[in-house]
């Protein structure tokens, strides 16, 4: 798999950025927010189906790194 490929899923306030050749499957994503990560469907990411705060939350969680997140400036 490709170490540096990126998908980003973006509520327009904030974009979680997901490397999958980093995923250790350790599955503390789906645990902590199963309304946003769900693996079975497509896309797995629903980023509206919690606060931008929940999102940081959990996403700080992820051991491996594959999820990462940037903040979107104020326009």
């Keep these: ?3 540096d490929k990126k998908i980003e899923y973006s509520n327009g306030e904030l974009t ?3 490397q999958p050749g ?3 499957h350790s599955g503390i994503c789906v645990h902590t927010l199963p309304k946003v990560y769900n693996p079975n469907e497509r896309p797995w990411v629903k980023i509206g189906n919690a ?3 929940e999102l940081i939350n959990q996403v700080d969680m992820c051991p491996s790194g ?3 997140y940037r903040l979107e ?3």
Aim: glycine share 0%; aromatic share 6%.
């Design 22 to 24: 980093l995923c250790i």
């Design 73 to 75: 400036k104020k326009k």
């Design 1 to 3: 798999m490709d170490k």
């Design 16 to 18: 979680i950025v997901w």
């Design 51 to 53: 606060t931008t705060e």
């Design 66 to 68: 594959a999820l990462s």
